[in-house]
C-alpha cells in the first residue's frame, strides 16, 4: 500500500509540469488552436513561444498576427 500511495503523489505533482511542444511553422495556427482549446479550460497560465529559424515561408507574418490577437504567443 506504501507504494501505491507514492506513485499517487508522484502522479499529483506530474499535473504541475509545463508544457513544451513544437511544430513546423506551416503548423503553427493549428498549434496554437488546439493548445489553446486544450490548455486554457484548466484556468492554468501558459504561452506558447516560437523560435525564428529564419524561414522565409511566411511563419513569421503568421505569428504576428496571432501575437496580435493573443499575447500569449511570442
Known amino acids: 500500500m506504501p507504494e501505491l500511495k507514492r506513485r499517487h503523489r508522484e502522479r499529483g505533482k506530474q499535473r504541475n509540469r ?12 493549428e498549434l496554437h488552436r488546439r493548445t489553446v482549446a486544450a490548455l486554457e479550460p484548466f484556468g492554468r497560465a501558459f504561452e506558447i513561444i516560437v523560435v525564428d529559424d529564419g524561414s522565409t515561408d511566411g511563419t513569421w507574418a503568421v505569428v504576428e498576427r496571432l501575437h496580435a490577437a493573443d499575447a500569449r504567443l511570442r
Open 18 to 29: 509545463e508544457v513544451a511542444l513544437s511544430a513546423a511553422g506551416h503548423l503553427l495556427e
